[in-house]
């Protein structure tokens, strides 16, 4: 049985680059319903089963009405988890900052994908930055597919782009909003510890 997992910082905590209104319906409403969704779902053999595993296995077996909630589950909080408007989650621990400039040549530059990216994607869908063979890549993915699971990567952030995401805020201005949370309201530290620095 999968659970809803509360938000790391209160409803109003990303204002005004997110908005408390925005929040709630997000984590509240969307991300809750996939949650309950996916419970309906889930067979009673995995009952016991992970996130993850559920994430892994709905994908191995072809389910794929569950896989998309459970996926996007575990899409969700990991993309809340990843966002902080506090000053202290800013900071860019060292080694990151030096794989930045080692694949990207500087943060802006890593920004400006990023953004480049979310502005991309065509329909709804995910921005990842991830780990692979050792280097840092942006890619995106569509509807509720995820990197979680696969081999050879190690999911390091995400940005929500379906539109539920932006609409109350931005209405139809994807640019607006990515720009905004790409710029403001990426936790690096919770970056820097899932990159085990
Ligand atoms: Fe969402």
Not at 53 to 60: E, I
Not at 128 to 137: I, R, T
Request: proline share 3%.
């Amino acid at each position: 049985m999968l659970e809803i997992k509360s938000l790391n910082y209160n409803v109003g905590a990303l204002q005004p680059i997110m908005s408390a209104e925005t929040l709630h319906f997000h984590h509240d409403k969307h991300y809750a319903g996939y949650v309950a969704k996916a419970n309906e779902l889930v067979p009673a053999k995995w009952a016991n089963k992970t996130l993850e595993q559920l994430v892994h296995l709905a994908r191995d077996k072809g389910e794929i009405a569950l896989f998309n909630q459970v996926a996007q589950v575990w899409n969700h909080e990991f993309f809340f988890e990843g966002l902080s408007l506090n000053l202290e989650d800013h900071e860019i621990p060292e080694n990151l900052l030096s794989y930045i400039r080692k694949d990207y040549n500087s943060i802006d530059n890593l920004k400006d994908e990023l953004v480049r990216t979310a502005l991309a994607r065509f329909g709804s869908g995910w921005v990842w930055l991830v780990w692979e063979d050792n280097h840092l890549k942006v890619q995106s993915t569509l509807n509720a597919e995820t990197p979680c699971g696969l081999k050879g990567f190690k999911p390091l952030w995400t940005l929500d782009v379906w539109e539920h995401a932006y609409y109350l805020d931005y209405q139809n201005k994807r640019l607006d909003y990515a720009t905004e949370v790409v710029n403001n309201a990426i936790n690096w530290r919770v970056i820097g510890a899932r990159l085990g620095l």
